[in-house]
């Protein structure tokens, strides 16, 4: 089955510095969608991209899809304690995924002043 | 609107009982799902459904039956739980069956199962 992947696990960073983490999918993607969780909250929709190679900001956020739409990465400049979280990617199949969707392992993100 | 809601926020079990975990939406969404979601694991789908009436399995869905008499109500039923379904379980809703639609999650039921 499919299978999507995130890496890293875990980065800490100081308060500042940037962050990124590298989602990839075993099969390509129609769409994929990035899900921030804070400690102890819910998962709550960030974004989604759809087109190869698109890229999207939000503020100091930069989203990006791959051109063969099997990965997809997001960076943070200079990180702030509000980032902290979890980050997930996530992605439906190609065909017949509806919304049956696959969720990447996440990357846990400690920011320290 | 409420959103998303799921109770109860917190539960203890032991092996073998049996309970309901309930969700709720208000947003008449056609689409509802489960995840759980363990450490290091991310989320995995367990049941979903599509409208009421219909329902069909995810990627993790032995130990828990689910039904969707309502569009409002999804829950979760485990028959006999088990530790291993010591979890964090997510309830999600979504306007229809379309990929291109983001979930809404509610505030989650954290299960210990002894």
């Known amino acids: 089955g499919q299978q999507v992947m995130q890496i890293p696990q875990y980065q800490h960073v100081q308060e500042g510095e940037d962050f990124t983490t590298y989602c990839n999918s075993s099969?390509?993607?129609?769409?994929i969608q990035w899900y921030k969780q804070r400690p102890g909250g819910h998962p709550v929709f960030l974004i989604q991209l759809v087109k190869s190679g698109e890229v999207k900001k939000q503020k100091r956020l930069t989203f990006q899809f791959g051109e063969a739409k099997k990965n997809s990465s997001l960076h943070i400049t200079a990180t702030q304690t509000t980032d902290v979280g979890t980050y997930f990617c996530?992605?439906?199949?190609?065909?017949?995924?509806?919304?049956?969707?696959?969720f990447g392992t996440g990357t846990q993100l400690k920011v320290e002043l | 609107n409420a959103g998303v809601t799921q109770t109860p926020k917190f539960q203890v079990l032991k092996t073998g009982q049996s309970m309901t975990l309930q969700c709720a939406q208000d947003?008449?969404?056609?689409?509802m799902s489960w995840y759980r979601q363990d450490p290091g694991m991310g989320l995995r789908l367990i049941h979903y459904s599509v409208g009421a009436g219909i329902t069909d399995q995810g990627e993790v869905p032995n130990g828990y039956n689910v039904s969707r008499s309502t569009t409002e109500d999804f829950p979760l039923r485990l028959l006999s739980a088990a530790p291993s379904q010591t979890s964090v379980y997510f309830c999600?809703?979504?306007?229809?069956?379309?990929?291109?639609?983001?979930?809404?999650f509610g505030p989650g039921t954290r299960l210990t199962v002894l």
């Open positions: 947003m008449n969404h056609e689409y």
């Open positions: 099969t390509t993607l129609s769409n």
């Open positions: 996530a992605g439906p199949g190609v065909t017949g995924g509806g919304n049956k969707l696959t």
């Open positions: 999600a809703s979504s306007p229809d069956w379309s990929s291109y639609n983001e979930q809404f």
